[in-house]
């Protein structure tokens, strides 16, 4: 059990973090006091062009001069700063969040098509996976991750997250149940544009994970959730599927529902059941994925964890529970629950 | 005594459920709750069939567990699983409700105006004169009824909304019955469950619930006492004897 929210502004309008707070807050119950996390988009203007590496050291003298010797080798440090946080009496500061405005250099990956991305993504399974001392747990652009162990009021009030202000939310509180919670675990994950919040478990984690290694992702964080970020990556970004069809492939039709379709459906769905029936996600799950344009909501094709969603104005919610949107708009009117498997979208307006 | 008043405006549900037992120890029979949002466990376990409870806002989920006797009136939506493994008494919401409702329910009433998530009445069960009805309004999700050991769950599909459409309709079921308005498409049936017509003597027998339901949100009684319904039952006394044992 966990609690998810997210809300997404189709207007870019910006939404400080104090409602988001409180709405993961309501969810108390959801979690165990060992993780919480927020992500916020649009949060760095002035370094929007740059990659923001958000870093969790164990300790600054000893770890701190290794990893920016290996980004210097990769690009420039164009800025780089602790990130400000303050003493909560309810958590126990175990790391020290920093963050770095990077530019890659494209020339390190001469034959990638798309070489800043592919850097990022290699400094982030490099780093993360060697666990000197360092993990970077944001990585993508006018974005940041902001998560610890802990309860999501005293995450928020850690990292004062009322003092960012972003047009896209994703929110998270943890009720960890297969492995121990730990910083690094808390939701959400994130990779370059894409974070991921989950509630659940996804229990086809060892075939997802075996799936994706093949590619080159490296699964580093001793839970199942980070599988669904580098999928997502893989299909969307590397693939070029389109946000519905990575759903699909993620929670697809049953085949005796596939029977049933129109022949030109039949076809499109058999090949992506045929095509990536390794990336099918089983088990218990609801999910929340956003990048800089999207926000994207969707359960498991037995709906076995909830999941509401409502609208009001350029806003577009999904939470666990529907208390939590109220919490953050009380005038809405029109909550709905998706079907299993059924993607909810909201997308800026280009 | 007269009708007690909480403002549950950010109130932790602890401390809301402790004074709602306090109330109802000390005999209090009508409370009203104001400005809820999202608190857990409302009315769980409470005794006393004259005590009502009105919740005026969003509750959290397990609404009125384990509660034996009270009513609990909800103007709004309830979350996952109200009247879970309620044991007597009635629950009323005037919206809809999450997934989960009625779950392992072993006697009283949940009716539900509007719609249901996904599982409604699971693991239902009956004994002896205790019997739990669940009536929903609207439709329903996918997996209605599964796993029922007994009780008695109506779907109205009121406006012409098809009470069913999605999969696993009383899947595993093996007491009980399921409602529905006309019928429901038997790809949507679970395994071990069958859909027949229902005969006049069995329509006649549900009709005081029905009468009561349409009195309890006042609806237009007669598209509702007027329809032609469907039962979805158990496909033999046993139909899991082969699956889980061998003779």
Known sequence: ?350 | MGEVRINAAGMPYQILNQRIRALVAGGEKEIILDNVLGQRFIGDGIRGEDVTITVNGVPGGDLAMFMSGPTVIVHGNADHAPGNTMDNGKVVIHGSAGDAVAHSMRGGRVYVRDNIGYRGGINMKQYQEKRPILVVGGYARAFLGEYMAGGLVIVLGIDGVTPVSERGVGSGIHGGEIIVRDSIDPACLGGGAEQKKMTNDQKKAIRPILEDFIRTFTLDPEPILSAEYSRIVPASRRPFANKYTWE
């Not at chain 1, 010797?69 to 969040?97: A, F, S």
């Not at chain 1, 999501?152 to 850690?158: C, G, I, K, Q």
């Not at chain 1, 544009?193 to 001793?222: A, D």
């Not at chain 1, 104005?313 to 299993?340: C, H, K, Q, V, W």
């Open chain 1, 1 to 350: 059990m966990c609690g998810i929210i997210g809300v997404i502004d189709r207007g870019r309008q910006c939404m400080d973090g104090s409602r988001i707070r409180e709405a993961l807050a309501s969810m108390n119950e959801r979690g165990s006091g060992e993780g919480a996390g927020y992500v916020a988009y649009g949060i760095y203007p002035d370094y929007k062009d740059y990659y923001a590496l958000h870093v969790f050291f164990d300790n600054i003298r000893e770890h701190k001069v290794p990893l920016e010797n290996l980004l210097e080798k990769w690009g420039m440090i164009v800025h780089d700063e602790q990130i400000k946080t303050y003493e909560q009496p309810g958590l126990r500061k175990i790391h020290t969040p920093w963050r770095y405005f990077f530019r890659p250099n494209p020339s390190m990956m001469p034959k990638s098509i798309s070489p800043e991305e592919d850097i990022i993504t290699y400094l982030v399974m490099k780093v993360n996976s060697e666990r000197n001392g360092a993990l970077i747990f944001s990585s993508g652009k006018n974005l940041g991750v902001f998560k610890a162990a802990g309860w999501p009021e005293d995450v928020a009030n850690f990292y004062r997250i009322q003092d960012y202000k972003g047009y896209l939310w994703l929110a998270h509180n943890r009720y960890p149940t297969n492995t121990a919670g730990w910083w690094g675990g808390a939701h959400p994950f994130n990779l370059l544009n894409w974070s991921v919040v989950h509630n659940g478990e996804i229990t086809s984690y060892g075939t997802n994970r075996r799936y994706i290694e093949s590619y080159g992702y490296k699964c580093t964080m001793h839970t199942d959730t980070e599988v669904v970020a580098y999928l997502v990556d893989l299909l969307v970004r590397r693939h070029g599927l389109s946000e519905e069809l990575a759903v699909r492939a993620f929670a697809p039709p049953f085949w005796e529902e596939i029977d049933r379709m129109p022949p030109k459906e039949q076809e499109l769905n058999r090949a992506i059941r045929l095509a990536y029936g390794s990336a099918l996600m089983n088990g218990p799950f609801a999910i929340c994925v956003a990048n800089e344009n999207l926000l994207c909501g969707f359960t498991d094709r037995i709906k076995l964890r909830p999941l509401v969603t409502a609208e009001c104005g350029d806003r577009l919610f999904i939470s666990s529970e529907e208390a939590a949107i109220r919490t953050i708009d009380s005038d809405i009117t029109n909550i709905r629950m998706p079907r299993a498997g059924e993607p909810v979208i909201g997308r800026v307006y280009s």
